[in-house]
């Protein structure tokens, strides 16, 4: 197996990398991108030897070369540099199957030019789903590749599926954490810090998804990322918050059982899974002791708190452009948030007020989420003024 992994330097990246070099001797890393951190990045690079390697620019590139780790290793290592470069890094490295672990926006365009190269994708970039669904999974139907996920939950819902049809499904169960908030009152959520919110109770994640995560936002994502990965309405995907984070999420099928997929919080676990699922890899990772796990208790999410959560849902149910609005808005705020620029609950009022002015378009192409971005880009900036 020959894998090209995007992201390479963050949390779903690095875990990737973990579980190809505990569990897959024979798999090599063709490729691999990197965004920031040029050391973490010389040292994989160091240690897998890629044929290609990306990075966002000229001074990144120029770093990542004065590094003792990288020049030692370069041998025949390709530098690709920018945007545009990173589509091929996803599509033309000879890779089998590309790891997106690329976070927010800048996940779709190599989607696309992976699945349009007839590569094969482990997804841990949701924003791509929530975005353009449709448009994905008929470019991966028309190209015959297989869209494999790596969140926890999608991918616990993939393993209870493989024991029966999918128009068997009477309803999926998306589990939640609740995050660091599910027990504080409105008004103390009110005046959270962005040091609060990225004190997740049971996942070491990025910051990004784990504001999401707070806001219940990255619940909301999921549920669309659901809808256009096992071709299901809105009316059959149900959210519980499970605050032990053991049970990854359930499907209930229409003779009445219910199959859940069940693990300690490991992201290489589903990692695995997206590589070479239906078969299981042997690992040596810890294993889940149910005596220390005596309870698993279940709750409704609290909307009023919550608000992100109805407004996911809201751009769910009505569809086109709204989600790429709503993604577009929400990773602008999330980033505001973590500079302290705004307020816990102003990223929901803001997503709100663009929900109440926008006109939802249909999505037709790549070009229709672009110039929905591009609305957003400007609604955002007259926040600013």
Not at 237 to 244: D, G, K, N
Not at 321 to 329: D, S
Request: aromatic share 6%; proline share 4%.
């Amino acid at each position: 197996m020959k894998i090209a992994v995007l992201g390479a330097t963050g949390s779903i990246g690095t875990q990737t990398l973990d579980a190809v070099r505990s569990c897959l001797p024979n798999a090599e890393v063709v490729a691999l991108s990197g965004y920031s951190n040029m050391e973490t990045l010389a040292r994989l690079v160091s240690e897998f030897r890629p044929w290609v390697v990306w990075v966002p620019n000229v001074e990144a590139a120029k770093h990542l070369r004065q590094l003792s780790r990288f020049a030692a290793a370069v041998g025949g290592c390709e530098i690709l540099v920018g945007r545009s470069d990173l589509n091929a890094c996803a599509s033309q490295t000879g890779a089998d199957v590309v790891v997106n672990a690329l976070v927010g926006r800048a996940g779709l365009a190599p989607t696309l030019a992976a699945i349009q190269a007839g590569k094969n994708i482990a997804l841990a970039n949701k924003e791509t789903l929530v975005t353009a669904g449709e448009l994905v999974m008929s470019y991966a139907r028309k190209h015959n590749v297989s869209i494999t996920p790596i969140d926890s939950e999608h991918s616990a819902i993939w393993q209870c599926i493989t024991s029966a049809p999918i128009s068997s499904v009477e309803k999926i169960i998306l589990t939640a954490s609740g995050g660091p908030f599910r027990t504080w009152s409105r008004k103390r959520i009110a005046a959270a810090t962005s040091e609060e919110a990225l004190r997740h109770p049971n996942w070491d994640m990025g910051a990004k998804i784990t504001v999401d995560s707070a806001t219940l936002m990255n619940k909301g994502l999921e549920l669309i990322e659901a809808m256009h990965l096992f071709a299901q309405p809105l009316s059959k995907i149900e959210i519980l918050v499970h605050p032990q984070s053991v049970i990854h999420s359930m499907v209930q099928f229409h003779d009445g059982g219910v199959m859940a997929q069940l693990g300690l919080p490991d992201m290489r676990l589903p990692i695995l899974y997206a590589l070479c699922g239906p078969k299981r890899v042997k690992t040596d990772f810890p294993r889940m002791d149910f005596l220390k796990h005596r309870e698993l208790t279940f709750e409704e999410p609290n909307i009023e708190n919550f608000p992100c959560l109805a407004l996911a849902k809201c751009a769910a149910e009505t569809g086109g452009t709204l989600p790429a609005v709503m993604n577009y808005i929400n990773e602008w705020a999330v980033q505001q948030f973590l500079q302290n620029r705004i307020g816990f609950y102003e990223i929901s009022e803001i997503i709100d007020k663009a929900f109440s002015i926008y006109n939802v378009e249909k999505v037709t192409s790549l070009a229709s989420i672009t110039e929905a971005e591009a609305w957003a880009a400007k609604f955002v900036k007259r926040i600013l003024l």
